[in-house]
């Protein structure tokens, strides 16, 4: 799914790398927790994966495909593959959820006959039937990341990017979101997420990568947010 | 709230938009009514030169019979066959002279009708009236008053012209306007573009949430960018209409009506619809293209995709 190779990145402007020869692999079907303090790396290590940037050294592959030799058009069809979900949910707040969703097959030229089939699909799967009609801003925060969530998932990646999915919301909500990606993580698709979130990767039992000031320190199976805390 | 935020922020930068695109419309009319203009006054040009400007310096012209009697130069008749021989074996001697073309009545007719077309003055016309005339290229332009002394006054010619004199003032003029129409058009040209790439970075910065969707779920960068030009070309597209409707009234203003030039100046031929007309489909093509272009060269610098 992903492998990094001596990977580092230093950004335009910056002496300090914001990533120092990473190397790891993740398999399909993993579910794997990123973690580190702020500055770490983590959102490097993830717009490397999406390709939002591109690796100053090392290779990058995802998808199995080496990212550096991608040529800029086709990487829409790379990103079609990958679902992205992110701490601020980024919906469209003037559409409503059903809208939401839809938008992320409308911009792919998905039909509408299977966007009309696939959208309350996945809706039901996130909890939210009977939601379809109502405003991003009318639901609570657990559910607008439900429908990021549905949005990320409706197109079926094979690999699913979390950052900080549970940044914004209370331990409660977090724990239903956990089930959520959990579930997802079971039907295959594999998950990446970073977070600061110690007692959600303490329960998950999950891998756990950890970054300190851009290197890779710890990359452990069925592990624990972190040693010190 | 957070909604109602972000709605709010939309609103802003659709307004801005608006004035922007009134702005850009107004802007690529202008430039491209000026342009316009300056391909119709250079049809004007030359269409006034006619057949002989740029063939000859000096015209001699010989005396018809209606001249005869209308003309004092020629109160000794028409032009004889003999005299006719005299100019032209003093013309043969004359070093400043390179060529001599003679043009018989008939083909100054002919010619006339070609320059005129079916104007009332030349359908009124007939070829007898026409004047025979010696065409004459000097080796040096400034030399017309060698041929001017040598054959004005003489019998049987009733005047001498130096061709590009009566019209050169008149076509400096016309190129100065024509230069300065073009000047006036680059600077509005540039404030068009200028506007459109300000109109695309405040457009993509107000749906910055929209397109980062779009680029994450994989869109293409064509169809992030598509509503962007779109937007352009359509502002520039209204602008090309306006400055076709311009160029259109102002033909009819200057021409036909109000100035009413055609009725002033009725020696001069002017410029037809049909010039005007085939001048439209480039100016609307330009309209259309300029404002995308300027777009989707504004979008890779202020639209990440």
Not at chain 1, 18 to 41: C, I, N
Not at chain 2, 17 to 25: C, I, R, Y
Not at chain 2, 28 to 39: E, P, T, Y
Not at chain 2, 104 to 118: I, M, N, P, V
Request: aromatic share 8%; glycine share 8%.
């Amino acid at each position: 799914m992903i492998r990094f190779d001596n990977v580092s990145k230093v950004y335009p402007k910056q002496t300090r790398p914001a990533l120092r020869e990473v190397s790891l692999e993740v398999e399909r079907g993993e579910f794997v927790f990123l973690v580190g303090s702020s500055g770490s790396g983590k959102s490097t290590f993830l717009r490397l994966v999406l390709r939002e940037e591109r690796a100053s050294h090392g290779q990058v592959h995802v998808l199995g495909k080496d990212l550096a030799r991608l040529s800029n058009w086709k990487v829409p069809q790379m990103r079609r593959q990958l679902g992205t979900v992110f701490q601020d949910f980024r919906l469209l707040p003037n559409k409503t959820v059903a809208e939401n969703v839809a938008f992320a097959q409308e911009v792919i030229g998905k039909s509408r006959g299977e966007i009309r089939k696939s959208v309350p699909q996945v809706l039901d799967l996130v909890g939210l039937g009977g939601k379809e009609d109502r405003m991003p801003g009318e639901l609570s925060g657990g559910e607008q990341q439900r429908v990021a969530i549905a949005r990320a998932f409706v197109n079926r990646p094979k690999l699913l990017i979390a950052d900080e999915p549970t940044g914004n919301l209370d331990p409660q909500t977090s724990v239903g979101i956990m089930k959520l990606l959990d579930r997802i993580n079971r039907t295959g698709t594999t998950v990446v997420m970073a977070t600061h979130d110690q007692n959600i990767v303490d329960q998950m039992r999950k891998r756990v990568i950890e970054l300190e000031k851009g290197r890779l320190v710890r990359d452990q199976a069925r592990g624990v947010y972190g040693y010190q805390h | 709230m957070r909604a109602q935020f972000v709605l709010s922020e939309i609103g802003v930068g659709l307004r801005r938009n608006l004035t922007m695109t009134f702005a850009v419309v107004v802007s690529v009319a202008l430039s491209l009514a000026l342009f316009g203009g300056s391909l119709l006054l250079r049809d004007q040009v030359s269409t006034m030169k006619g057949y002989w400007y740029d063939k000859v310096n000096v015209s001699v012209f010989l005396c018809n019979k209606s001249d005869a009697e209308s003309d004092p130069n020629c109160a000794k008749g028409a032009v004889t066959t003999e005299q006719k021989k005299q100019i032209e074996s003093d013309l043969d001697k004359m070093s400043v002279v390179e060529s001599v073309t003679h043009e018989s009545a008939d083909e100054a007719y002919k010619h006339y009708k070609e320059q005129f077309g079916d104007s009332p003055l030349a359908s009124s016309l007939t070829p007898d009236q026409m004047q025979e005339s010696y065409r004459i290229k000097l080796k040096d332009p400034e030399k017309y008053q060698v041929i001017a002394t040598a054959f004005d006054g003489r019998d049987g010619v009733q005047s001498v012209q130096d061709q590009k004199g009566i019209l050169d003032n008149l076509f400096g003029l016309l190129n100065g306007m024509n230069w300065a129409a073009l000047a006036v058009m680059a600077l509005m040209l540039i404030v068009a573009l200028m506007l459109i790439v300000n109109t695309v970075r405040v457009s993509a910065f107000s749906r910055r949430r929209e397109t980062g969707i779009m680029r994450l779920v994989g869109a293409s960068s064509f169809y992030i960018q598509m509503p962007f030009i779109m937007e352009a070309a359509v502002a520039g597209a209204i602008g090309g209409v306006v400055a076709c409707v311009m160029l259109l009234v102002g033909r009819y203003f200057i021409i036909d009506h109000g100035l009413a030039l055609s009725e002033k100046l009725n020696l001069i031929n002017f410029i037809g619809w049909d010039a005007v007309l085939a001048k439209l489909p480039l100016v609307l093509a330009i309209g259309l293209l300029m404002p995308a272009m300027a777009a989707f060269f504004a979008l890779r610098k202020y639209l990440k995709v």
